[in-house]
């Protein structure tokens, strides 16, 4: 019941006992019985108190929508060709006024979180704030969604299909993340937070079921199931009780727009986003953000939305927007229950600790492994790795589950680079295919890795630098709690953080050579790796002089942290830039090539083509490529964008030798849309083939009836 509401039934209480009075009660009674209605109604009132500062921040990070590889599915042939939505960049700031300890978390609409992009991230904040966001406090989480550009990292390996680094879309990253941590920071006030948990069944399947079947019976029965249910939110509110925003972490992968479609796009982690943002708290995203709804990402390595999976990976039906559609709705309505249901504050203390680890060699003590001491090993992708996924396979020479290595794809590797026996004993049974950790002058990925423990009150979040299985995420959560078990009430894991290094199974998954164990870079201890790391990040913020129970002896940290490579300005690019555009003889960029009909019905799909300048000679970042435009009688007012649902701004090139293109937009008009006079505008940017100089364009079709 809100202030307001109780104030109302205050007042009608008081009419009505205020009428009987005079018959039936004295003045005295009178005053008693409304004294208690007024406190009951104040306590209602007043229950949660402001015991936090938080603010929060959102920005487009949109990366160029032409001609730059996605990032997902390593498929050469996906490049970008438009945007279905925009990504965006949604920050959190939670500090401690009393000892100003403070928390940034950060979603990221991204396939990975690349280590150069935390780096950038970090340098651009501490030129900003100084020492108050570090490595130490900051986390920035991908979605992973796999329909957004790559072309971020400084490592070879997730550079590879896409054709090299590309500095546009690092700047267009590392530069929104950091205006969406501004933006938070400067939204600072006194606020609190509640929490809820629950399970949603029907938004995710386990795609690597056999290698799941292979963790012990036991442990599979204690969890009761091979998908990860619970939905953890949290409700974040100002000033006592302003609701500006909400976070959820769920384990499933953001990749049902498939590995063929070629439009940019949060999807469905993003489209759970939109509704929560636009349809139910009406942000605009044009500097109306009065929410933000952040759906990140949890251990979700083996949970795929596409729960109708066939030979494609499709699912719940065969239309790949129709999925996206139906997967973010569900993770939407079942944050929305919890978010409306929540009344667990967070109370406590704001505490976080990191270090960076080798994950390449680090010496696992036998407390986290079958009882005896491990090392971990140096990275290597198995033949399993390039076999794929049910949701996106890969060359059929290549399959799941074979731990016999192929002597002709063991020669292609180690023209690479040879891997010794001691790393084929390391990594066994893995079929290694590559050791990219041995290339030089740099390792194709990285191997220094950041590791780090934040707890906001009850709630502890794991950030991890890779896509973990959910049985490898339940251990690792297991871990934690078992040190601060009187300190948290709830653990999330918060994967693909402040770095990619693919992914972690449990021993027993790494066994069964799936995609996800021959994705898993440093051999079968990997897991027990970061086991013993959570431990003592874990240790370390329990009292002085309190024991960790169980009381185990893990392998220290190294007495000197490793440092991770800062490799700006060693990467490459062969990509060629924009070198001009043009539209044919007698025409000009802007024009119409095919109009908008005269009229449509609700339903139906309204759809405009123009000859286009290259999206990349502007990002239009927080801006738009489009816009639907509706007659209100006294001008055109913006009904939609580019970042809106039913609508597509696709990109077409048409001939690369004289610099021609087209812009395709289209509409597909809602049925609930008022009657009435529309139209569709094109923005864009050319570059003139002389000077090279860059301007503006705009293209308008003729208005539209719909009815």
Excluded at 226 to 245: A, C, R, S
Excluded at 343 to 357: A, P
Excluded at 534 to 540: E, H, I, R, T, V
Aim: hydrophobic share 35%; glycine share 8%; charged share 15%.
């Amino acid at each position: 019941m809100s202030f307001n509401q109780e104030i109302t039934m205050y007042s009608k209480i008081r009419i009505k006992y205020a009428a009987t009075t005079q018959q039936t009660l004295k003045a005295h009674a009178v005053k008693a019985i409304l004294f208690v209605l007024f406190s009951i109604c104040s306590i209602s009132s007043w229950a949660y108190e402001n015991n936090y500062q938080v603010g929060r921040g959102i920005h487009d990070i949109t990366g160029p929508a032409a001609e730059v590889g996605l990032m997902g599915y390593a498929n050469p042939d996906q490049k970008s060709a438009g945007i279905h939505t925009r990504q965006w960049s949604r920050a959190y700031v939670v500090a401690d006024p009393n000892t100003d300890k403070r928390i940034v978390f950060v979603s990221v609409d991204a396939g990975a979180l690349f280590q150069s992009v935390f780096q950038g991230v970090i340098n651009k904040l501490n030129q900003k704030y100084g020492d108050l966001y570090t490595e130490e406090n900051v986390v920035l989480s991908a979605t992973h969604t796999h329909a957004a550009v790559g072309g971020q990292s400084h490592y070879a390996l997730y550079d590879i299909t896409i054709l090299g680094f590309i500095q546009q879309a690092y700047d267009a990253q590392v530069d929104g993340i950091v205006s969406s941590i501004e933006k938070a920071h400067n939204d600072l006030k006194p606020g609190y937070i509640l929490i809820n948990k629950g399970d949603l069944a029907n938004a995710s399947y386990n795609r690597s079921i056999e290698a799941y079947n292979n963790n012990p019976l036991a442990e599979r029965t204690k969890y009761g199931s091979e998908i990860q249910k619970p939905m953890t939110v949290l409700k974040i509110l100002q000033d006592g009780n302003k609701e500006v925003g909400m976070i959820s972490w769920f384990a499933t992968h953001p990749n049902a727009m498939g590995k063929d479609l070629k439009l940019l796009s949060g999807d469905n982690k993003g489209h759970a986003s939109y509704l929560f943002e636009k349809e139910l708290k009406h942000s605009t995203y044009q500097g109306n953000n009065n929410f933000v709804a952040a759906f990140a990402i949890s251990n979700a390595g083996d949970m795929s939305p596409n729960i109708n999976s066939d030979s494609e990976g499709r699912g719940p039906t065969t239309d790949r927007f129709e999925n996206v559609r139906i997967i973010g709705e569900r993770q939407y309505l079942k944050a929305l229950a919890l978010y409306e249901s929540a009344t667990e504050q967070l109370t406590g203390s704001i505490e976080f600790t990191q270090r960076y680890v080798d994950m390449s060699s680090t010496v696992v003590s036998g407390d986290f492994t079958d009882g005896t001491q491990k090392t971990t090993c140096v990275a290597a992708l198995g033949e399993a790795f390039a076999a794929g996924t049910e949701d996106g396979r890969g060359p059929d020479l290549f399959s799941e589950g074979s731990t016999d290595a192929n002597p002709f794809f063991q020669f292609i590797g180690s023209m690479i680079v040879a891997p010794s026996q001691a790393d084929l004993d390391c990594h066994a049974p893995k079929a290694v295919l590559i050791t990219q950790g041995k290339t030089s002058p740099y390792p194709w990925s990285p191997e220094v890795l950041p590791v780090s423990l934040h707890k906001i009150g009850q709630l502890g979040i794991l950030a991890v630098p890779a896509e973990f299985t959910i049985m490898s995420g339940r251990r690792l959560m297991e871990t934690v709690e078992s040190v601060l078990g009187n300190q948290l009430s709830y653990t999330v894991v918060a994967a693909l953080s402040n770095a990619y290094s693919g992914y972690v199974t449990t021993k027993e998954e790494y066994d069964m050579q799936h995609y996800e164990g021959g994705s898993t870079h440093f051999g079968p201890w990997t897991l027990a790796a970061y086991q013993q790391s959570f431990y003592q990040l874990a240790a370390s913020m329990l009292p002085v002089g309190q024991n960790p129970e169980p009381n185990l002896n893990p392998i220290p940290f190294a007495s000197i942290e490793p440092i991770p490579r800062d490799l700006t300005g060693e990467t490459i690019n062969f990509q060629t830039g924009v070198v001009h555009d043009q539209a044919p003889i007698f025409k000009s960029i802007g024009d119409i090539v095919q109009n908008a009909n005269s009229s449509y019905q609700k339903g139906q799909t309204a759809v405009v083509k123009f000859w286009s300048g290259h999206p990349k000679n502007n990002l239009r970042t927080q801006g738009t490529f489009m816009e639907v435009q509706r007659w209100n009688g006294n001008g055109w007012s913006v009904y939609a964008r580019d970042n809106d649902w039913e609508t597509k701004f696709q990109w077409q090139r048409i001939d690369g030798f004289w610099g021609t293109s087209h812009a395709i937009l289209s509409w597909a008009i809602p049925s609930n849309v008022a009657a009435g006079y529309y139209r569709i505008k094109h923005y864009g940017d050319k570059k003139k083939p002389w000077s090279g100089s860059i301007v503006p364009y705009t293209g308008i079709s003729r208005y539209f009836y719909v009815y």
